[in-house]
Protein backbone atom coordinates (compact mmCIF):
# COMPACT_ATOMS: atom_id res chain seq x y z
CA UNK A 1 0.00 0.00 0.00
CA UNK A 2 1.28 3.35 -0.88
CA UNK A 3 -0.54 7.05 -0.10
CA UNK A 4 0.61 10.27 -0.88
CA UNK A 5 0.66 13.20 1.52
CA UNK A 6 1.48 16.88 0.99
CA UNK A 7 4.65 18.23 2.36
CA UNK A 8 3.87 20.83 4.86
CA UNK A 9 7.23 21.91 6.38
CA UNK A 10 10.79 19.60 4.56
CA UNK A 11 12.52 16.83 6.12
CA UNK A 12 14.97 13.78 5.83
CA UNK A 13 13.20 10.70 4.56
CA UNK A 14 12.03 8.96 7.82
CA UNK A 15 11.05 5.40 8.59
CA UNK A 16 9.71 4.63 12.08
CA UNK A 17 6.34 3.18 13.60
CA UNK A 18 3.48 5.01 13.57
CA UNK A 19 1.54 6.02 16.04
CA UNK A 20 -1.90 6.94 15.07
CA UNK A 21 -3.99 9.21 17.07
CA UNK A 22 -7.77 8.24 18.03
CA UNK A 23 -8.88 11.45 19.02
CA UNK A 24 -7.47 15.24 18.52
CA UNK A 25 -4.77 16.30 21.08
CA UNK A 26 -3.90 20.01 22.85
CA UNK A 27 0.33 19.23 22.55
CA UNK A 28 0.24 22.15 26.00
CA UNK A 29 -1.37 19.92 28.84
CA UNK A 30 -1.58 16.71 26.49
CA UNK A 31 2.31 15.89 25.92
CA UNK A 32 4.99 15.58 28.77
CA UNK A 33 7.64 18.36 26.80
CA UNK A 34 10.71 16.85 28.08
CA UNK A 35 9.88 13.13 27.81
CA UNK A 36 6.91 12.97 25.21
CA UNK A 37 4.70 11.03 26.89
CA UNK A 38 0.93 11.91 26.69
CA UNK A 39 -0.21 13.61 29.58
CA UNK A 40 -4.19 14.66 29.22
CA UNK A 41 -6.51 11.94 31.33
CA UNK A 42 -8.43 12.29 29.10
CA UNK A 43 -6.72 11.35 26.04
CA UNK A 44 -7.79 7.50 24.78
CA UNK A 45 -3.33 7.08 24.30
CA UNK A 46 -2.52 8.94 27.26
CA UNK A 47 0.74 7.11 28.65
CA UNK A 48 2.13 6.38 25.28
CA UNK A 49 5.00 8.30 24.27
CA UNK A 50 5.71 10.39 20.90
CA UNK A 51 8.90 10.52 20.52
CA UNK A 52 10.58 9.24 17.40
CA UNK A 53 7.38 8.08 16.39
CA UNK A 54 5.57 8.61 13.29
CA UNK A 55 2.82 10.82 15.01
CA UNK A 56 -0.70 10.75 12.66
CA UNK A 57 -3.05 13.36 13.71
CA UNK A 58 -6.99 12.92 13.13
CA UNK A 59 -6.77 17.39 14.95
CA UNK A 60 -5.37 19.45 17.26
CA UNK A 61 -7.34 21.26 19.93
CA UNK A 62 -6.77 23.84 23.23
CA UNK A 63 -4.32 26.20 23.92
CA UNK A 64 -1.93 28.13 22.04
CA UNK A 65 0.79 27.17 23.53
CA UNK A 66 1.16 23.44 21.42
CA UNK A 67 4.15 25.15 19.64
CA UNK A 68 6.26 26.05 22.42
CA UNK A 69 5.96 22.33 23.79
CA UNK A 70 6.72 20.75 20.29
CA UNK A 71 10.02 23.34 20.42
CA UNK A 72 11.08 21.98 23.20
CA UNK A 73 10.35 18.88 22.46
CA UNK A 74 12.53 19.09 19.14
CA UNK A 75 15.36 20.64 21.34
CA UNK A 76 15.41 17.43 23.76
CA UNK A 77 15.43 15.27 20.95
CA UNK A 78 12.18 13.85 21.98
CA UNK A 79 9.70 14.99 19.14
CA UNK A 80 7.84 12.86 16.39
CA UNK A 81 9.97 11.38 13.64
CA UNK A 82 7.87 13.02 11.56
CA UNK A 83 4.39 14.67 11.69
CA UNK A 84 1.25 13.66 9.53
CA UNK A 85 -1.81 16.00 10.23
CA UNK A 86 -5.23 16.32 9.10
CA UNK A 87 -4.95 19.91 8.74
CA UNK A 88 -2.47 22.28 9.06
CA UNK A 89 -2.39 23.93 12.05
CA UNK A 90 -0.80 27.35 12.53
CA UNK A 91 -0.13 27.09 16.35
CA UNK A 92 1.51 23.41 16.17
CA UNK A 93 3.13 23.61 12.76
CA UNK A 94 5.01 27.09 14.34
CA UNK A 95 7.38 24.92 16.82
CA UNK A 96 9.04 23.36 13.67
CA UNK A 97 9.17 26.69 11.43
CA UNK A 98 10.66 28.27 14.82
CA UNK A 99 13.09 24.89 15.40
CA UNK A 100 14.67 25.31 12.13
CA UNK A 101 14.74 29.63 12.38
CA UNK A 102 16.94 28.57 15.61
CA UNK A 103 19.08 25.91 13.07
CA UNK A 104 18.34 22.66 15.02
CA UNK A 105 17.18 19.51 12.97
CA UNK A 106 13.48 19.40 12.62
CA UNK A 107 11.17 16.26 11.52
CA UNK A 108 9.34 16.79 8.51
CA UNK A 109 5.02 17.40 8.64
CA UNK A 110 2.84 16.06 6.20
CA UNK A 111 -0.97 16.56 5.82
CA UNK A 112 -2.98 13.60 5.43
CA UNK A 113 -6.64 12.92 6.02
CA UNK A 114 -7.97 11.63 9.13
CA UNK A 115 -8.99 8.65 7.41
CA UNK A 116 -6.01 7.46 5.54
CA UNK A 117 -4.13 7.82 8.68
CA UNK A 118 -5.67 5.22 10.29
CA UNK A 119 -4.52 2.36 7.99
CA UNK A 120 -0.61 3.22 9.06
CA UNK A 121 -2.00 2.70 13.04
CA UNK A 122 1.50 0.88 14.79
CA UNK A 123 2.73 -0.48 11.56
CA UNK A 124 6.00 0.42 10.20
CA UNK A 125 6.50 3.26 7.67
CA UNK A 126 8.39 4.76 5.44
CA UNK A 127 8.28 8.54 4.05
CA UNK A 128 9.91 9.76 1.94
CA UNK A 129 10.75 13.30 2.01
CA UNK A 130 8.40 14.31 -0.57
CA UNK A 131 5.51 12.36 1.47
CA UNK A 132 5.53 9.36 -0.17
CA UNK A 133 4.43 6.87 2.09
CA UNK A 134 5.01 2.92 2.20
CA UNK A 135 4.03 0.20 4.88
CA UNK A 136 7.61 -1.40 5.69
CA UNK B 1 0.05 31.55 -3.17
CA UNK B 2 1.68 33.92 -0.92
CA UNK B 3 2.88 37.50 -2.07
CA UNK B 4 5.01 39.75 -0.52
CA UNK B 5 5.56 43.48 -0.42
CA UNK B 6 8.59 44.57 -1.78
CA UNK B 7 9.35 46.08 1.91
CA UNK B 8 8.16 42.74 3.57
CA UNK B 9 10.74 40.92 1.52
CA UNK B 10 13.66 43.26 2.05
CA UNK B 11 12.96 43.24 5.74
CA UNK B 12 13.02 39.46 5.89
CA UNK B 13 16.24 39.58 3.82
CA UNK B 14 17.23 41.70 7.03
CA UNK B 15 17.17 45.17 6.44
CA UNK B 16 16.11 46.14 9.43
CA UNK B 17 18.46 43.91 11.32
CA UNK B 18 18.59 39.91 12.04
CA UNK B 19 15.76 40.05 15.01
CA UNK B 20 13.17 41.89 12.56
CA UNK B 21 14.24 39.33 9.61
CA UNK B 22 13.44 36.23 11.52
CA UNK B 23 9.84 37.70 12.85
CA UNK B 24 8.82 38.48 9.08
CA UNK B 25 10.25 34.76 8.26
CA UNK B 26 8.18 33.18 10.83
CA UNK B 27 4.71 35.12 9.30
CA UNK B 28 5.29 34.64 6.15
CA UNK B 29 5.73 30.93 6.67
CA UNK B 30 2.77 30.81 8.88
CA UNK B 31 1.12 32.42 6.19
CA UNK B 32 2.29 29.83 3.47
CA UNK B 33 1.04 27.07 5.72
CA UNK B 34 -2.08 28.64 6.51
CA UNK B 35 -2.49 29.29 2.48
CA UNK B 36 -3.19 32.72 2.91
CA UNK B 37 -2.19 34.99 -0.18
CA UNK B 38 -0.75 38.09 2.02
CA UNK B 39 0.24 39.47 5.17
CA UNK B 40 -2.16 42.54 6.27
CA UNK B 41 -1.14 45.15 9.22
CA UNK B 42 -2.60 44.63 12.98
CA UNK B 43 -3.32 47.24 15.13
CA UNK B 44 -1.93 44.89 18.37
CA UNK B 45 -0.77 41.43 19.70
CA UNK B 46 -1.02 39.63 23.09
CA UNK B 47 1.60 37.48 23.51
CA UNK B 48 1.27 33.96 24.78
CA UNK B 49 5.16 33.11 24.33
CA UNK B 50 6.62 34.12 27.66
CA UNK B 51 5.34 31.60 29.97
CA UNK B 52 8.23 29.12 30.37
CA UNK B 53 8.03 25.49 28.85
CA UNK B 54 11.24 24.52 28.23
CA UNK B 55 15.05 26.62 27.62
CA UNK B 56 13.82 26.61 23.90
CA UNK B 57 11.74 29.48 24.46
CA UNK B 58 14.29 31.40 26.27
CA UNK B 59 17.22 30.92 23.59
CA UNK B 60 14.33 32.24 20.93
CA UNK B 61 13.72 35.05 22.88
CA UNK B 62 16.58 35.80 23.51
CA UNK B 63 17.98 35.34 19.75
CA UNK B 64 15.31 37.97 18.57
CA UNK B 65 16.53 40.41 21.81
CA UNK B 66 20.04 40.14 20.52
CA UNK B 67 18.92 40.72 17.15
CA UNK B 68 17.39 44.07 17.58
CA UNK B 69 14.21 43.13 17.57
CA UNK B 70 10.57 45.40 18.61
CA UNK B 71 7.30 45.35 18.77
CA UNK B 72 5.70 47.89 16.40
CA UNK B 73 2.55 47.90 17.74
CA UNK B 74 0.47 47.63 21.35
CA UNK B 75 1.94 43.89 22.90
CA UNK B 76 -0.08 42.91 26.28
CA UNK B 77 1.46 39.79 27.61
CA UNK B 78 -0.01 36.59 28.73
CA UNK B 79 1.17 34.85 32.15
CA UNK B 80 4.67 34.00 32.94
CA UNK B 81 6.06 31.05 35.15
CA UNK B 82 6.95 33.64 38.07
CA UNK B 83 5.10 35.80 39.99
CA UNK B 84 6.98 39.29 40.45
CA UNK B 85 3.55 40.32 41.87
CA UNK B 86 2.27 37.31 43.56
CA UNK B 87 2.21 36.07 47.14
CA UNK B 88 1.92 32.36 46.04
CA UNK B 89 5.26 30.24 46.42
CA UNK B 90 6.26 28.90 43.17
CA UNK B 91 8.43 25.55 43.26
CA UNK B 92 10.28 25.79 40.17
CA UNK B 93 14.15 24.05 40.73
CA UNK B 94 16.92 27.26 40.12
CA UNK B 95 17.48 26.54 36.90
CA UNK B 96 14.01 26.67 35.25
CA UNK B 97 13.09 30.10 37.66
CA UNK B 98 16.97 31.56 36.22
CA UNK B 99 15.51 30.69 32.56
CA UNK B 100 12.25 31.45 33.54
CA UNK B 101 13.13 34.94 34.58
CA UNK B 102 15.63 35.29 31.38
CA UNK B 103 12.39 34.96 29.11
CA UNK B 104 10.09 37.04 31.27
CA UNK B 105 13.13 39.78 30.32
CA UNK B 106 13.28 38.78 27.25
CA UNK B 107 9.94 39.71 26.30
CA UNK B 108 9.55 42.91 27.93
CA UNK B 109 13.35 43.91 26.74
CA UNK B 110 11.10 43.65 23.06
CA UNK B 111 8.66 46.39 24.35
CA UNK B 112 6.13 44.38 25.61
CA UNK B 113 3.67 45.52 28.29
CA UNK B 114 4.31 43.80 31.60
CA UNK B 115 0.13 43.02 31.70
CA UNK B 116 1.39 39.34 32.80
CA UNK B 117 -2.65 38.05 32.41
CA UNK B 118 -4.61 36.11 30.45
CA UNK B 119 -7.39 38.46 31.16
CA UNK B 120 -6.17 41.49 29.16
CA UNK B 121 -9.15 42.50 27.74
CA UNK B 122 -10.28 43.01 31.32
CA UNK B 123 -6.82 45.04 32.18
CA UNK B 124 -7.54 47.68 29.33
CA UNK B 125 -6.43 46.39 26.19
CA UNK B 126 -9.71 46.24 24.36
CA UNK B 127 -9.14 47.03 20.34
CA UNK B 128 -11.65 48.26 18.89
CA UNK B 129 -14.54 46.02 17.08
CA UNK B 130 -13.78 45.22 13.60
CA UNK B 131 -9.90 45.96 13.89
CA UNK B 132 -7.00 43.46 12.81
CA UNK B 133 -4.94 42.15 15.70
CA UNK B 134 -2.53 39.15 16.69
CA UNK B 135 -3.47 37.41 19.77
CA UNK B 136 -2.40 34.41 21.33
CA UNK B 137 -3.69 32.42 24.69
CA UNK B 138 -7.05 30.81 23.55
CA UNK B 139 -9.07 32.27 25.93
CA UNK B 140 -8.14 35.94 25.33
CA UNK B 141 -8.23 34.83 21.53
CA UNK B 142 -12.22 33.85 21.56
CA UNK B 143 -13.06 36.68 23.77
CA UNK B 144 -11.49 39.25 21.34
CA UNK B 145 -13.25 37.48 18.35
CA UNK B 146 -16.48 36.59 20.26
CA UNK B 147 -16.94 39.37 22.76
CA UNK B 148 -14.97 42.48 21.50
CA UNK B 149 -15.38 41.64 17.66
CA UNK B 150 -12.22 42.56 16.96
CA UNK B 151 -10.33 40.06 14.93
CA UNK B 152 -8.13 37.44 15.35
CA UNK B 153 -6.57 33.75 14.20
CA UNK B 154 -5.57 31.49 17.58
CA UNK B 155 -1.90 32.93 17.14
CA UNK B 156 0.51 30.38 19.25
CA UNK B 157 3.65 31.04 20.98
CA UNK B 158 6.12 32.31 18.36
CA UNK B 159 3.63 33.59 15.73
CA UNK B 160 2.36 36.09 18.33
CA UNK B 161 5.71 37.83 18.98
CA UNK B 162 6.95 37.74 15.64
CA UNK B 163 3.31 39.56 14.42
CA UNK B 164 3.99 42.19 16.96
CA UNK B 165 7.19 42.39 16.14
CA UNK B 166 6.51 42.65 12.32
CA UNK B 167 3.14 44.46 12.76
CA UNK B 168 1.83 42.03 10.66
CA UNK B 169 -0.15 38.75 10.42
CA UNK B 170 -1.21 36.13 7.62
CA UNK B 171 -4.48 37.28 5.72
CA UNK B 172 -6.07 34.19 7.01
CA UNK B 173 -8.93 32.70 8.84
CA UNK B 174 -10.96 34.65 11.32
CA UNK B 175 -9.69 38.27 9.79
CA UNK B 176 -12.18 37.21 6.71
CA UNK B 177 -15.43 38.22 7.37
CA UNK B 178 -16.81 35.45 5.51
CA UNK B 179 -14.84 33.07 8.02
CA UNK B 180 -16.64 34.92 10.95
CA UNK B 181 -20.77 33.62 9.87
CA UNK B 182 -21.69 30.46 12.20
CA UNK B 183 -22.32 27.69 10.65
CA UNK B 184 -23.63 25.67 13.86
CA UNK B 185 -26.55 27.08 15.79
CA UNK B 186 -26.76 26.02 19.85
CA UNK B 187 -30.42 26.48 21.12
CA UNK B 188 -30.45 27.05 24.64
CA UNK B 189 -33.88 28.47 25.43
CA UNK B 190 -35.70 24.88 26.39
CA UNK B 191 -33.10 25.27 29.46
CA UNK B 192 -34.47 27.00 32.99
CA UNK B 193 -34.01 30.48 32.97
CA UNK B 194 -32.38 29.75 36.75
CA UNK B 195 -29.88 27.54 34.53
CA UNK B 196 -29.18 30.03 32.37
CA UNK B 197 -28.74 32.84 34.58
CA UNK B 198 -25.95 31.10 36.87
CA UNK B 199 -22.43 31.37 36.51
CA UNK B 200 -22.15 27.49 37.11
CA UNK B 201 -23.67 27.04 33.70
CA UNK B 202 -21.26 28.69 31.58
CA UNK B 203 -17.79 26.71 31.50
CA UNK B 204 -20.44 23.47 31.31
CA UNK B 205 -21.84 25.19 28.15
CA UNK B 206 -18.21 25.81 26.72
CA UNK B 207 -17.63 22.41 27.64
CA UNK B 208 -20.29 21.53 25.01
CA UNK B 209 -19.58 24.60 22.65
CA UNK B 210 -16.22 23.31 22.49
CA UNK B 211 -16.98 19.78 21.99
CA UNK B 212 -19.62 20.16 19.25
CA UNK B 213 -17.82 23.15 17.28
CA UNK B 214 -14.61 22.12 17.23
CA UNK B 215 -13.01 24.82 15.09
CA UNK B 216 -16.04 25.26 13.76
CA UNK B 217 -18.16 29.06 14.20
CA UNK B 218 -21.47 28.49 16.27
CA UNK B 219 -24.12 30.90 17.33
CA UNK B 220 -25.64 30.15 20.44
CA UNK B 221 -29.31 31.14 21.18
CA UNK B 222 -31.41 31.20 24.03
CA UNK B 223 -29.02 33.49 26.21
CA UNK B 224 -30.39 37.47 25.84
CA UNK B 225 -30.71 38.83 29.32
CA UNK B 226 -28.67 36.05 31.00
CA UNK B 227 -25.46 36.80 30.12
CA UNK B 228 -22.27 39.02 32.19
CA UNK B 229 -18.76 39.69 30.74
CA UNK B 230 -17.60 37.09 33.32
CA UNK B 231 -20.10 34.70 32.26
CA UNK B 232 -19.11 35.23 28.52
CA UNK B 233 -14.90 34.90 29.25
CA UNK B 234 -15.78 31.59 31.53
CA UNK B 235 -17.90 29.97 28.13
CA UNK B 236 -15.38 30.74 25.92
CA UNK B 237 -12.15 29.89 28.35
CA UNK B 238 -13.75 26.15 28.67
CA UNK B 239 -15.32 26.07 24.68
CA UNK B 240 -11.19 26.49 23.29
CA UNK B 241 -10.19 24.19 26.03
CA UNK B 242 -12.34 21.66 25.14
CA UNK B 243 -12.23 22.25 21.49
CA UNK B 244 -10.53 24.86 18.83
CA UNK B 245 -12.77 27.01 19.38
CA UNK B 246 -11.48 30.85 18.47
CA UNK B 247 -15.20 32.60 17.92
CA UNK B 248 -18.62 32.35 18.89
CA UNK B 249 -21.63 34.39 18.54
CA UNK B 250 -24.84 34.61 21.29
CA UNK B 251 -27.46 36.08 19.61
CA UNK B 252 -28.44 39.36 21.17
CA UNK B 253 -25.47 39.81 22.94
CA UNK B 254 -22.16 40.06 21.11
CA UNK B 255 -21.26 42.29 18.76
CA UNK B 256 -21.69 40.35 15.71
CA UNK B 257 -24.62 38.44 16.34
CA UNK B 258 -27.35 41.04 16.56
CA UNK B 259 -29.89 38.18 16.32
CA UNK B 260 -29.05 33.94 15.11
CA UNK B 261 -30.27 34.47 11.94
CA UNK B 262 -27.61 37.44 11.71
CA UNK B 263 -24.95 35.51 13.27
CA UNK B 264 -25.74 32.82 10.42
CA UNK B 265 -25.51 35.37 7.26
CA UNK B 266 -28.94 34.67 6.54
CA UNK B 267 -28.24 30.86 5.92
CA UNK B 268 -29.89 27.52 7.29
CA UNK B 269 -27.13 26.26 9.34
CA UNK B 270 -25.33 22.83 8.35
CA UNK B 271 -26.22 21.82 12.08
CA UNK B 272 -28.77 23.08 15.11
CA UNK B 273 -28.06 21.30 18.19
CA UNK B 274 -31.00 21.78 21.05
CA UNK B 275 -29.27 21.36 24.19
CA UNK B 276 -31.30 19.19 26.55
CA UNK B 277 -30.96 18.53 30.27
CA UNK B 278 -28.69 15.05 29.75
CA UNK B 279 -26.91 17.33 27.64
CA UNK B 280 -25.91 19.11 30.64
CA UNK B 281 -25.74 16.54 32.95
CA UNK B 282 -23.22 14.61 30.96
CA UNK B 283 -21.20 17.75 29.92
CA UNK B 284 -21.17 18.25 33.76
CA UNK B 285 -20.07 15.24 34.43
CA UNK B 286 -17.01 15.69 32.36
CA UNK B 287 -15.84 18.25 34.36
CA UNK B 288 -15.39 16.47 37.44
CA UNK B 289 -12.20 13.76 37.56
CA UNK B 290 -12.38 12.76 41.01
CA UNK B 291 -15.20 10.66 41.30
CA UNK B 292 -17.37 10.20 44.44
CA UNK B 293 -15.20 11.58 46.93
CA UNK B 294 -15.72 14.51 49.61
CA UNK B 295 -11.81 15.01 49.38
CA UNK B 296 -10.76 18.73 49.06
CA UNK B 297 -6.77 19.44 49.30
CA UNK B 298 -7.10 22.76 47.28
CA UNK B 299 -9.67 25.07 45.73
CA UNK B 300 -8.53 27.28 42.70
CA UNK B 301 -10.20 29.94 41.30
CA UNK B 302 -9.70 32.46 38.22
CA UNK B 303 -8.78 30.62 35.15
CA UNK B 304 -9.31 32.79 33.03
CA UNK B 305 -7.85 35.47 35.84
CA UNK B 306 -10.55 36.93 38.03
CA UNK B 307 -11.85 40.36 37.36
CA UNK B 308 -12.59 43.19 40.15
CA UNK B 309 -16.19 41.76 40.04
CA UNK B 310 -15.43 38.05 40.61
CA UNK B 311 -13.44 38.88 43.57
CA UNK B 312 -16.26 41.05 45.00
CA UNK B 313 -18.26 38.16 44.67
CA UNK B 314 -16.18 36.05 46.16
CA UNK B 315 -15.86 38.35 49.71
CA UNK B 316 -19.65 38.29 49.84
CA UNK B 317 -19.58 34.84 49.50
CA UNK B 318 -17.07 34.44 52.61
CA UNK B 319 -18.40 36.72 54.61
CA UNK B 320 -15.74 37.39 56.92
CA UNK B 321 -15.11 33.67 57.43
CA UNK B 322 -12.18 31.65 57.74
CA UNK B 323 -10.96 29.15 55.22
CA UNK B 324 -9.86 25.44 55.63
CA UNK B 325 -8.83 24.66 52.67
CA UNK B 326 -6.58 26.71 50.82
CA UNK B 327 -8.13 28.67 48.18
CA UNK B 328 -6.12 30.21 45.22
CA UNK B 329 -7.21 32.70 43.66
CA UNK B 330 -5.53 33.36 40.39
CA UNK B 331 -5.58 36.93 38.80
CA UNK B 332 -3.68 40.21 37.27
CA UNK B 333 -1.60 43.11 38.42
CA UNK B 334 -5.06 44.84 37.51
CA UNK B 335 -7.18 43.56 39.82
CA UNK B 336 -4.57 43.32 43.02
CA UNK B 337 -3.16 46.65 42.61
CA UNK B 338 -6.58 48.33 43.48
CA UNK B 339 -7.85 45.60 45.96
CA UNK B 340 -4.17 46.87 47.71
CA UNK B 341 -5.08 49.98 47.35
CA UNK B 342 -8.56 50.04 48.98
CA UNK B 343 -6.86 47.45 52.34
CA UNK B 344 -8.96 44.46 51.21
CA UNK B 345 -5.95 41.89 49.82
CA UNK B 346 -4.68 41.93 53.49
CA UNK B 347 -7.92 40.77 54.83
CA UNK B 348 -8.58 38.02 52.41
CA UNK B 349 -5.20 36.84 52.76
CA UNK B 350 -5.74 36.63 56.52
CA UNK B 351 -8.88 34.92 56.02
CA UNK B 352 -6.97 32.17 53.84
CA UNK B 353 -6.98 32.74 49.96
CA UNK B 354 -3.46 32.83 48.35
CA UNK B 355 -3.31 35.26 45.52
CA UNK B 356 -1.81 34.32 42.89
CA UNK B 357 -0.39 36.91 40.47
CA UNK B 358 1.21 37.74 36.96
CA UNK B 359 0.76 33.37 36.85
CA UNK B 360 -1.59 30.40 37.29
CA UNK B 361 -1.66 26.71 39.09
CA UNK B 362 -1.79 25.22 36.19
CA UNK B 363 0.90 26.60 34.22
CA UNK B 364 3.87 26.62 36.49
CA UNK B 365 3.91 24.41 40.29
CA UNK B 366 2.51 26.02 43.06
CA UNK B 367 -0.16 23.33 44.54
CA UNK B 368 1.94 21.25 46.89
CA UNK B 369 2.64 17.60 45.63
CA UNK B 370 0.20 15.15 47.50
CA UNK B 371 -0.65 11.58 46.51
CA UNK B 372 -4.41 11.30 45.62
CA UNK B 373 -4.90 15.55 46.20
CA UNK B 374 -8.25 16.68 44.66
CA UNK B 375 -8.59 20.36 43.52
CA UNK B 376 -12.20 22.27 43.14
CA UNK B 377 -12.69 24.70 41.00
CA UNK B 378 -15.60 26.89 39.01
CA UNK B 379 -13.66 27.18 35.87
CA UNK B 380 -13.82 24.99 33.12
CA UNK B 381 -10.33 25.70 31.88
CA UNK B 382 -8.53 24.82 34.99
CA UNK B 383 -11.17 21.21 35.18
CA UNK B 384 -9.32 20.40 31.90
CA UNK B 385 -5.99 21.19 32.40
CA UNK B 386 -5.28 20.41 36.26
CA UNK B 387 -5.15 16.37 35.84
CA UNK B 388 -2.21 16.79 33.23
CA UNK B 389 -0.37 19.62 34.75
CA UNK B 390 -0.58 19.51 38.77
CA UNK B 391 -1.30 16.01 39.06
CA UNK B 392 -4.50 17.18 40.85
CA UNK B 393 -8.17 15.06 40.31
CA UNK B 394 -10.65 17.49 39.49
CA UNK B 395 -14.28 18.47 41.31
CA UNK B 396 -16.60 21.22 39.43
CA UNK B 397 -18.78 22.97 41.34
CA UNK B 398 -19.70 26.66 41.74
CA UNK B 399 -18.60 29.96 43.74
CA UNK B 400 -20.28 29.40 46.27
CA UNK B 401 -19.74 25.48 46.71
CA UNK B 402 -15.84 26.80 46.61
CA UNK B 403 -16.38 28.65 48.76
CA UNK B 404 -18.36 26.96 51.73
CA UNK B 405 -16.43 23.47 51.26
CA UNK B 406 -13.04 26.25 51.76
CA UNK B 407 -14.98 26.93 55.15
CA UNK B 408 -16.20 23.28 55.71
CA UNK B 409 -13.25 21.79 55.34
CA UNK B 410 -14.66 19.21 52.46
CA UNK B 411 -17.18 19.04 50.01
CA UNK B 412 -20.30 21.08 50.48
CA UNK B 413 -22.47 20.37 47.54
CA UNK B 414 -25.74 23.06 46.71
CA UNK B 415 -29.33 21.50 45.58
CA UNK B 416 -29.15 22.62 42.05
CA UNK B 417 -31.57 21.86 39.19
CA UNK B 418 -29.56 21.11 35.53
CA UNK B 419 -32.16 21.33 33.73
Known amino acids: ?136 | MLELTQDERAIASGTAGEGAAMAMRIVAEAARLMGAPRLIPIVSAHIDGALYHGDSGTLFAERLVAGGARVSVRASLNVGSLAPAGCAAIRLPPHERDMARRMMHAYEAMGCEPSWTCAPYQAGHRPAQGSDVAWGESNAVVFCNSVLGARTNRYGDFLDIACAISGRAPDYGLHRPENRVATLLIDVGGLSRELRSSDVFYPVLGTILGRRAGSDVAVIDGLRGCTTEDRLKALGAAAASAGGVGLFHVAGVTPEAPDAAAALGGIVPRETIVLRPNDIATALARLSTAGATDRIDAIAIGSPHLSLAEIDELERLMAGRKLRIPLYANTGRHVVGPLEAQGRRAALEAAGVVFVVDTCIVVTPILPELEGAVLMTNSGKFAHYAPGNTGYAVTYGSLSECVESAVAGRLVRETRAWS
Open chain 1, 1 to 136: MELKAELLLPGDAVTGSCLALTAPISFWGGVDPASGTIIDARHPERGQNIAGRILALPGTIGSSSASAVLLELVRAGKAPAALLMDAPDAILLLGLVVAREMGWPTPPAFRLPAADQKALADRNVTISDEGRISIV
